[in-house]
């Protein structure tokens, strides 16, 4: 319980101290922490008395604790800056990575020795053993939930810490005082964190609250986002879009809100109304009400509030807000009710606890303007730290549904940073004119109009990629084309002027120029979709280390290359190179490559699938952090029941995976196969729903799943017991292995073909295992057949 609420707590501080994106990674440092676990009880000196099986678990279970505690306060301070070496070549980082790979590691190396001496000593109890470890664990997935909410991040890592040492208590006889003393003291220092957070977090130089600490008055967790709050200040913040040059009034007093130390955003005070807040008036991403005033419009993560206030400055007559974070309309709407005007409870403005896509799948309005405004630091998205992040609101599905929910005239309004080369731009727009060719636009090109402007202290330029349902007529252009101007602004598309260059080529060309076009582009502009939902993966694999006009690889897929080479090379090190100094005990031929081919199919088949469904319900349970625990939750419990069924075949193993296998290869492919109509049909029900959704479609793949591991176990003891050790340490290697490998199957094949290819894995490690099998036995019928004719007393 405590191992797998470790894990889902280690991302939120992963995700504070670098990009979320890079949280993968602790489920790879788990398994290789489980399987170094596995690798230093196959080689330790063994003591079989019970007294001593006690503290050996203890004093595991107590080091546990002090790992944890020693990660959660050591590895924000460790100098890891992976955007350093993409900008001035610090390479430096790769040994701060290594550091924070081994310190992460240290609390699942003591609690897998733990389960893992349990596991071994379990003997006839195997399938009970195990399944209570699932059982466990899949408690412990939905736990976090709760604590993370209630306590915050490193509080939680802290509780987790108590619980280990009162694991240690309770298997201790000699020194139960002192891990009970250990665990009231971490009580303490828990409840001291969670109410104080005398122990924070730092923000990398990368995000936005870099040095930015000593401002921040409140802080709020949750299992979506962390968010820091400052004290009232006074300056010109764009929030998602461009404030114009040409604004010389009074700056504005806001409260800005990090989350997860990037991702500005931010409370606006009006002056006093956001009429008579004449800054409101100069955003770039004000441009769809110049054309639609008067509108009811829908914003889409809607923050702390400045696209609202915008929309009301218009004189919209109606605004609807979404965000998935219920601490943000807790900031808008309590919290900071004063400070922010009160718009939480104005008649005209309804703030709702949703992600986009959930809201826009069961209501039923239309809207004359769905406002979508950047919420990426531009700093990621400038270097592709964002490359491998799963982003579900810029896929041709979502844009299939905001034309459903738009007003005849109505406009869609994406406010993205403008790149050079404008792939984002580009993207967006090739997302655009397929959306619009599918409900039948005559001209698509017509139905588009894009401005381009720098804000006051910015980076670099926003675009504004505006969507019409209808076409958008000369004077609507006219309109734009002036208030652009008059704000320091321009239009860099129209359908009645033309331009030169790539935005102009890709939106007028013809469905099959543009096909072309896309694959030519040396950059990937290829309109992103829910099964492969990677909008910021503008680098392509085969190209990743060629620098073509000036583009170079993008920081997500080299720090992936890169953790992907560490991890294998301490998996070596860790897991396989000690069972390699024991090599007399595999040193036996016969059924060994089948055996250690079966359990590498095992490890990588579970975590392809594992990590793929994660990834895949995402948009279905509303963000990462609820995937992870629901999904999990439902693959662990229903894993462990399976193990515990299939005891009843302990004597014919092989039968069992005879009969196990083929069924779970077909269930993960009618899984791939009916997941997404599926996850169409029921979009709209409540998160509760959702979950039972998830449960029923995830937990008889899960059954399944549970049972190849420990009938595969028991084949080994029964033929080959001398490779047991090497039957763990494999298929630890290949779990850690697969989490990164299926990063990469999905960013390049997608969600769908990655189940397939996990099946193949399952099918094709069984087959060699069946084949190795049925030779090895006709080679034993044949040696005792040839030594019976020569040794008749045989």
């Not at 504005?252 to 997860?260: A, C, E, G, L, T």
């Not at 709407?333 to 986009?356: C, H, T």
């Not at 109505?410 to 790149?419: A, C, D, Q, T």
């Not at 595999?586 to 994660?614: D, W």
């Amino acid at each position: 319980m405590s191992l797998l609420a470790l894990e889902v707590a280690l991302t939120r501080i992963f995700s504070f101290i670098t990009f979320h994106h890079f949280t993968y990674l602790v489920i790879s440092i788990a398994m290789l922490g489980f399987g170094a676990a596995g690798s230093y009880l196959t080689t330790r000196k063994t003591d079989d008395t019970a007294p001593a099986a006690d503290e050996f678990l203890a004093k595991n279970a107590g080091m546990m604790g002090v790992t944890i505690i020693a990660a959660v306060v050591f590895i924000p301070r460790v100098h890891f800056y992976p955007l350093d070496m993409y900008l001035y070549k610090d390479y430096s980082n790769l040994v701060s990575f290594m550091i924070i790979v081994v310190i992460t590691g240290a609390p699942f190396f003591f609690g897998g020795t733990c389960i893992g001496y349990i596991i071994s000593n379990a003997g006839s109890a195997i399938n009970r053993v195990y399944f209570a470890d699932l059982a466990g664990a899949a408690t412990g997935s939905l736990l976090v939930l709760i604590l993370i909410n209630q306590l915050g991040g490193v509080a939680t890592c802290f509780f987790i810490a108590m619980v280990a040492m009162m694991v240690a208590a309770i298997s201790s006889a000699r020194k139960r005082r002192h891990y009970l003393i250990g665990s009231a003291l971490t009580l303490v220092l828990t409840v001291l964190i969670a109410r104080t957070e005398c122990l924070p977090l730092y923000a990398p130089p990368d995000k936005h609250m870099f040095r930015m600490e000593h401002l921040v008055e409140f802080i709020k967790w949750h299992v979506i986002t962390r968010l820091d709050v400052t004290r009232p200040m006074e300056g010109y913040f764009s929030f998602g879009g461009a404030l114009s040059p040409e604004y010389k009034g009074e700056p504005q007093k806001i409260r800005v809100i990090y989350q997860d130390a990037s991702n500005l955003t931010g409370i606006i005070q009006p002056t006093p109304t956001p009429q008579e807040t004449p800054a409101l008036g100069y955003y770039l991403q004000g441009a769809p009400y110049v054309v639609k005033p008067n509108a009811n419009s829908l914003v889409i993560g809607c923050g702390g509030g400045a696209d609202i206030l915008t929309a009301l400055y218009y004189k919209a007559r109606y605004v609807v807000g979404v965000d998935v974070n219920p601490n943000m309309i807790y900031l808008v709407k309590d919290r900071y009710r004063d400070f922010a005007g009160g718009i939480g409870q104005r008649n005209d403005v309804e703030l709702v606890v949703s992600e986009g896509r959930h809201f826009l799948g069961r209501d039923k309005r239309t809207f004359d303007v769905i406002q979508l405004s950047g919420v990426d630091t531009w700093s990621a998205v400038y270097t592709g730290a964002h490359a491998l992040t799963e982003n579900f609101i810029y896929t041709r599905e979502a844009f299939d549904q905001y034309l459903a929910h738009l007003k005849e005239g109505g406009i869609v309004n994406f406010s993205r940073p403008f790149l050079n080369p404008p792939s984002e731009t580009l993207k967006l727009a090739a997302t655009s004119l397929e959306a619009l060719e599918r409900v039948n636009a005559k001209h698509p090109f017509e139905h588009l109009v894009i401005l381009n402007g720098w804000g006051q202290n910015a980076s670099m330029p926003w675009a504004q990629t505006m969507i019409k349902r209808t076409p958008f007529t000369r004077a609507e252009v006219e309109l734009l084309t002036n208030w652009t101007k008059s704000l320091g602004f321009e239009v860099i598309y129209d359908p009645y002027t033309h331009r030169m260059g790539e935005l102009e080529t890709l939106i007028r060309s013809t469905p099959e120029e543009r096909a072309r076009f896309i694959v030519q582009y040396p950059l990937n502009i290829n309109p992103a979709t829910d099964d492969k939902p990677f909008f910021f993966q503008f680098q392509r694999w085969h190209n990743l280390f060629v620098k073509k006009n000036g583009i170079r690889a993008s920081l997500a897929e080299l720090i992936l290359l890169v953790s992907f080479s560490q991890v294998m090379i301490l998996s070596g090190i860790l897991i396989l190179y000690p069972l390699y100094r024991r090599k007399t005990a595999a040193a036996k031929t016969g059924g060994r490559v089948g055996i250690f081919m079966y359990f590498a199919s095992l490890g990588l088949g579970f975590i392809v699938v594992e990590i793929t469904l994660l990834q895949k319900f995402m948009v279905f349970l509303g963000g990462p952090a609820y995937s992870m625990s629901i999904t999990l939750f439902t693959i662990l419990l229903s894993s462990g029941i399976g193990s515990f069924l299939s005891r009843n075949w302990s004597r014919r193993p092989f039968r069992l995976l005879a009969i196990a296998i083929p069924l779970l290869v077909a269930a993960i492919i009618a899984e791939s196969l009916l997941l997404d109509p599926i996850i169409a049909k029921f979009m709209d029900l409540s998160l509760f729903q959702r979950g039972l959704a998830v449960a029923l479609m995830v937990a008889p793949l899960g059954l399944l799943m549970g049972m190849p591991f420990p009938a595969g176990l028991r084949f080994v003891d029964q033929y080959r017991p001398e490779l047991n050790p090497w039957a763990w340490g494999i298929n630890a290697c290949a779990t850690v292995m697969g989490t990164i490998v299926c990063m990469l199957i999905t960013t390049s094949v997608g969600f769908r073909m990655a189940l397939f290819i996990s099946a193949v894995i399952y099918l094709v490690g069984w087959l060699i295992l069946a084949v190795s099998h049925q030779t090895q036995k006709k080679i034993s019928t044949g040696s005792i057949i040839y030594r019976s004719s020569n040794d008749p007393g045989l």
